[in-house]
């Protein structure tokens, strides 16, 4: 328990410490936006064992409400960061909703066919752009008060959100709801016969996923300020997917390890390999399955228990 | 000629039956799909890809070594079923007796490697795959003039569907494999080699995706990502069609393809969607599916 404390207080001093380690702070950020988009995933997949393949249509949704709100209304960037995380919040209960009516394969399924559904109404909706995306978004002022222009201040807000999630998520699961929500991943059976209401449950944990995934969809279209149809396509899902698996699912660390290798991965990968990192990203994703199914943090965890 | 809501019913019916096209194509992807999960549990997300992989060895059989329309028919799908069983028996195998998220995403995996390696070699522009001079030309069926080559289409993949669900449902092989699905440990026990069984299962099943990717690449331009968004729709047909049924899955695959051509004439920006609302409706009405059973 101690070592834990002490390995989150370094890595807290870290993170605060980045902009002035020469590393480039919007990479930096775009990694803590995946990060919390994959603890987001994680919560459904590694606490529930819901395997969603749709989570970019909640990513891509708010990120698209965002930047509209943004670029055509001149809202700030406090209210429509908020506006993103309820539209995710609406969509994860309506395809949530749908898709707790079937359990394991099916509801993969289901999920993957109402993400991509949710793709097409972006694709061909009249405020989305198409296929050019919404462009030049601005960061704008925080409540009117902070400008968000400078990377230094982005930087901090987006790591105080992360940090906000990051321990959202841990309160979540230590709750007698994510105790619930635990019960019945190992065993569903057996949580209907103790009295709990289950689709319940699963429909709150999925709202609840679907919404962290909503703000990690916000702030990514601030700080990169464009949203694109990639925002919301598939791969993006399995981006998440993979993000979740390698780090490690159902461990709190776990998906920021996965996100920071991908994120890394994709962003200096390109360079030396060109157009085979999907290839690539596909044979991660086929080793981590075959031989390391708990990811890196949970293997580590395995190893340390013995 | 009459009209409908205002749309002439010489396009409609033509609509349809280019709807059926597509359909056919639908049934013998989402047949594959439930064979395959009959008898292994496995959702094969890499079906899209042996898709492609189909049309690719075609279309490269036809431009390397000059092979013709009809042999790649026989070769493609022969070849590419090899590669499955290769696949099934390296490493699929390894994740029997898992949760079978594990082979859902395994496969995943497996479409990302085949597709990505495709788009990176051969490019994302599409090319085109040439009519067989015996299929070209057109068919007069009154209300408009059906490609001779569509026509086939649907009368290869009904013949081809018909066929299996006929092997499946009626012959001492398919009463074997349907006797694994129930239980394979006795089965083993009888003498029956299951993990062969399997093996050729799941080569034949992506035999059968590939087997649909040479019948579609006359139609559509091969490319590396014309099996991807295919999945996703098939996925749709096959929830609302409950796999456990194979007749289910030939059934629905055909029906959706026409609701999507009629969606093309009186709707067309929802053309796209139309088979998600479904699925989304058959949800809420009947979770178990049209054919499925709980």
Redesign the interface.
């Known amino acids: 328990m101690r070592a834990t404390v002490i390995f989150y207080a370094l890595l807290a001093g870290l993170a605060l410490l980045v902009p002035w380690l020469g590393i480039y702070p919007v990479f930096m950020m775009k990694l803590l936006c995946f990060a919390m988009f994959a603890c987001a995933y994680n919560l459904l997949l590694g606490f529930g064992r819901m ?1 969603s393949f749709g989570h970019a249509a909640f990513f891509g949704s708010a990120a698209y409400a965002t930047s509209w709100l943004v670029t055509a209304h001149a809202w700030g960037p406090g209210a429509a960061i908020f506006a993103g995380l309820a539209v995710a919040a609406v969509l994860g209960l309506v395809i949530g909703g ?1 898709a707790i ?2 359990q ?3 509801f ?3 999920t ?3 993400g ?2 949710v793709y ?2 972006c ?2 909706a009249p405020f989305t752009g198409g296929e050019n995306g919404l462009q030049d978004v601005p960061r704008g002022k925080l409540f009117g008060m902070l400008s968000l222009s400078s990377d230094l201040v982005m930087y901090y807000l987006v790591l105080a959100v992360f940090v906000a999630v990051f321990l959202f998520i841990r309160r979540v699961v230590y709750s007698p709801f994510g105790q619930v929500l635990k019960a019945i991943r190992e065993n569903e059976p057996r949580a209907i016969s103790l009295g709990y209401d289950i689709n319940r449950y699963k429909l709150l944990a999925f709202v609840l996923s679907a919404t962290l995934a909503g703000v990690a969809g916000s702030l990514d279209a601030l700080v990169l300020g464009f949203t694109t149809l990639s925002d919301v396509q ?1 791969s993006n899902s ?1 981006q998440v ?1 993979l993000m979740t ?1 390698l780090g490690g699912t159902g461990t709190f660390f776990g998906p920021v390890v996965g996100a920071a290798l991908v994120v890394t991965l994709q962003e200096y990968l390109s360079d030396i390999v ?13 080793a ?3 031989s390391f ?1 708990r990811g890196i943090v949970g293997e580590l965890a395995a190893l340390l228990r013995r | 000629m009459s009209e409908i809501f205002g749309i002439p019913v010489a396009v409609i019916l033509g609509q349809l039956t280019l709807g059926l096209v597509n359909g056919s194509f639908y049934a013998l992807l989402s047949l594959g799909l439930a064979v395959i999960f009959g008898l292994m549990g496995v959702v094969n997300f890499a079906h899209g890809a042996f898709y492609t992989l189909g049309a690719f060895a075609a279309l490269l059989g036809l431009q390397w070594f000059g092979i013709n329309y009809w042999a790649a028919l026989v070769l493609a799908p022969v070849a590419v079923g090899l590669i499955g069983l290769l696949v099934e028996r390296l490493l699929l195998r390894h994740l029997y007796g898992l949760d079978p998220l594990y082979g859902l995403l395994f496969t995943f995996g497996l479409a990302l490697i085949v597709e990505g390696s495709l788009h990176q070699v051969f490019g994302a522009t599409g090319q085109s795959y040439p009519v067989p001079p015996a299929l070209s030309g057109v068919v007069n069926l009154h209300f408009m003039f059906l490609p001779l080559y569509r026509a086939w289409v649907i009368l290869a993949s009904v013949l081809v569907c018909f066929s299996t669900w006929f092997v499946i449902e009626r012959t001492r092989l398919g009463s074997t494999l349907r006797a694994a699905t129930e239980n394979a440990p006795l089965l083993q026990a009888f003498g029956v080699n299951v993990p062969l069984l399997k093996a050729a299962t799941y080569g034949g099943g992506v035999a059968l995706a590939a087997l649909a990717g040479v019948l579609a690449s006359p139609v559509v331009l091969v490319n590396s990502h014309m099996g991807n968004s295919l999945v996703i729709v098939v996925f749709a047909v096959v929830v609302i069609g409950g796999m456990g049924s194979i007749l289910g899955a030939i059934v629905s695959g055909l029906a959706l393809g026409v609701v999507e051509g009629f969606t093309k004439v009186i709707y067309p920006e929802a053309s796209n969607i139309v088979v998600f609302v479904i699925m989304a409706l058959v949800l809420i009405l009947r979770p178990a599916g049209l054919f499925g059973r709980e």
């Not at chain 1, 060109?274 to 086929?286: E, Q, S």
């Open positions: 395997l749908l009516r079937r394991g394969i099916y993969a399924m289901i993957l066919a109402l991509q559904l097409f109404v694709l061909e598939q399995g997917i698996l060109g157009g085979w990192v999907t290839a690539i990203i596909g044979v991660i994703f086929v981590c399955v075959l199914r």
